[in-house]
């Protein structure tokens, strides 16, 4: 779908945004935190398409979704609904784990680049816990798995690894490649190194990650 327009606000000392996407006539408004969504909700309307598409967005029976997306946000009407149905239940935070893949809860998680790192036991599915801060040398490497996930892919070029996260230090042992490749185990991921140009038009050597096991993670955390 496409993005329309962006409403920001703020609730308790917290930026939020309300995106509007349509495709045709059919529009969909939810909230975002930190480029997630910030609850389970989403609101859609279908219109008919005898409205003026350039002025539909203004109509009353769309801003009246924005007006109730945002105020999901201020009474916690989520947050208020999923604690009320985990005191109805009795079990162990892992099992409040789910893959959204296969929608098994038999999870494994470890600690990967300040971060929990989720992996399906049924189907392989790998997910990332959401953090809103990191250190300076892991945030490439978030970059790096997010784009993995989001767009089937990832480029760096092997400059910036080498002289940053996988710096070598051959005297302990570790070179660049055993770093790369210990990381990438990790992670699940599969990588090739090719050239391309820069934005000088020089050739420089580079890495493109992709992954050959599912990544989909949740649509909303918690």
Not at 190 to 215: L, T
Request: with cysteine; proline share 2%; net charge neutral.
């Amino acid at each position: 779908m496409k993005l329309n327009r962006t409403i920001p606000f703020e609730f308790e000392g917290k930026s939020y945004e309300i995106r509007i996407y349509s495709k045709g006539w059919k529009f969909n408004i939810r909230a975002y935190k930190d480029d997630s969504p910030a609850n389970g909700y989403s609101y859609t309307v279908d219109l008919p398409t005898s409205f003026d598409i350039k002025s539909i967005l203004n109509i009353d029976a769309i801003q009246e979704l924005v007006k109730l997306t945002k105020k999901d946000i201020e009474n916690k009407k989520w947050e208020k609904l999923v604690n009320q149905y985990l005191k109805t239940v009795k079990t162990s935070a892992d099992k409040k784990l789910g893959c959204q893949n296969c929608t098994s809860r038999e999870i494994k998680a470890m600690v990967v680049d300040g971060r929990r790192m989720f992996e399906c036991s049924a189907c392989g599915n790998i997910w990332y816990e959401h953090v809103t801060s990191c250190l300076t040398g892991e945030y490439i490497l978030h970059e790096i798995t997010t784009n993995v996930e989001k767009e089937g892919q990832h480029e760096e070029f092997t400059e910036i690894l080498l002289n940053g996260t996988f710096s070598e230090d051959l005297s302990k042992g570790l070179s660049f490649e055993d770093q790369l490749a210990n990381w990438a185990n990790i992670n699940k991921l599969e990588y090739s190194f090719f050239y391309k140009k820069d934005a000088f038009g020089k050739e420089r050597q580079a890495i493109r990650f992709f992954s050959k096991v599912p990544r989909v993670s949740p649509a909303f955390y918690g």
